[in-house]
């Protein structure tokens, strides 16, 4: 399954849209994301996990297993450094991952884990991650239903063109991407 992710949800305040697209499959261990950009501007300060991944260059997944309250995200910068929990909401019942469940994710990333602030240009990368099913579902060995709910995203909260764009579209007033209500279906293989 492949989305684009082009919603651009509040236009007049965050115009700007970047050409990307997200590949998504599935075995019976792990959940695949094959996340493609192509835009202007390019920013990686986050080295570590669970820093504020969200001001650079970012993609994200956020997923909720039908049925349950609870959902899932997880968010990218194009170097490979990862925000992970399980919450309730933005601020509500938040439960990060460890850093040994973060070290279950794989990633490749076209840049290398480094950092380097903002860059002008037309850039075009890449971030593919394997997600382990068990960080979604709680479980060893997950049964797991046939569909998510979920959307994808990308931003760049502090570049000189700030953007915060979807795969599902967002009515809200301003940007918020914690908001499962707006989460679409994805089909699990």
Known sequence: ?????????????????????????????????????????????????????????????????????????FECNCIGSMVGSRRLGRAEEVVPFSSDEMGTIERKCTFPREAFEEKDGLFAWEVELRIPLRLIFREKKPAFPQTLKANFYNCADKTKKPHFVSWQPIDLPKPDFHCPQFFGEITLL
């Open 1 to 73: 399954m492949t989305c684009a992710i082009n919603n651009v949800n509040w236009p007049e305040s965050f115009p700007e849209k970047p050409e990307v697209s997200v590949e998504v499959s599935n075995d019976h261990e792990a959940l695949y994301l094959h996340y493609r950009v192509r835009g202007e501007q390019l920013r990686a300060v986050t080295t570590e996990d669970q820093g504020p991944v969200w001001e650079d260059s970012c993609v994200e997944f956020f997923c909720q297993v039908p049925g349950d309250k609870h959902y899932c995200n």
